[in-house]
């Protein structure tokens, strides 16, 4: 991995992105939507979706993007996650916006035993975290690499999708967007970096500049990081 946060493949690129999350109803303790929220929904915005397909939203949240895939005419939109509170939100805020979305309590698993999806979009937990994850990080840390919830995605990743079907899937250049790249490349499915945009660190990530130094996960003094976009196609 270097330590420029910059991804070795290019894609569409905007220096310090101003990147405007939903506003949405949100039970303490879910993941709050933000900027990588915001750009996971301006790809599915670009996506065309298939009259009936069937799509999956991993790690849904608040399910700001089942809502999205919902209105942009998938007939399904199963909206999946480990957090009850996330699925009470999920659902909702699809209530309040009439979308129809079907929340589902569980994870990798979970979905992989609902599939194949012709649509797959996920914000997994992604952020590189010196101590080990519990409930209340559990929606945004994933080990010390940030990929305890991005390797077994990737590896999924063709399992998950239909013949033609997409994924689009948003993590941080922290957390090794070459990885996935090659994770999602070994499988057959064309893949492409869809949109990239660079923000300042929020708090978790200001709060661990000492850890991802002495990582070697940012350079000194880095505070900002890429947020990516991959696109693969089967």
Do not use: H
């Not at 129809?100 to 992604?126: E, I, K, Q, W």
């Amino acid at each position: 991995m270097t330590t420029s946060a910059e991804p070795v493949r290019p894609g569409p690129l905007a220096a310090r992105t101003v990147l405007t999350a939903p506003r949405l109803l949100r039970l303490p303790g879910v993941y709050r939507p933000q900027e990588d929220t915001a750009l996971l929904a301006a790809a599915i915005a670009d996506l065309a979706i298939t009259p009936g397909a069937r799509a999956l939203d991993l790690c849904t949240g608040t399910g700001a993007q089942a809502i999205a895939l919902a209105r942009r005419g998938a007939r399904t939109v199963l909206a999946v996650d480990l957090s009850r509170r996330a699925l009470a939100s999920a659902r909702l805020n699809a209530l309040v916006r009439q979308a129809a979305v079907r929340p589902c309590r569980g994870d990798l698993a979970t979905a992989l035993s609902r599939g194949p999806f012709d649509v797959v979009v996920a914000n997994p937990p992604y952020v590189p975290a010196p101590a080990a994850t519990v409930r209340a990080t559990r929606g945004w840390d994933a080990g010390p690499d940030g990929r305890a919830v991005l390797d077994p995605l990737c590896a999924a990743a063709g399992t998950l999708l239909r013949p033609g079907g997409t994924l689009l899937l948003v993590q941080s250049a922290l957390s090794d967007v070459d990885k996935s790249w090659e994770m999602l490349a070994a499988q057959g499915l064309r893949t492409s970096v869809d949109r990239r945009a660079r923000i300042p660190f929020g708090p978790v990530l200001s709060g661990r500049t000492e850890f991802l130094e002495a990582a070697g996960l940012i350079a000194p003094g880095q505070r900002t990081e890429e947020l990516v976009v991959l696109r693969a196609v089967r």
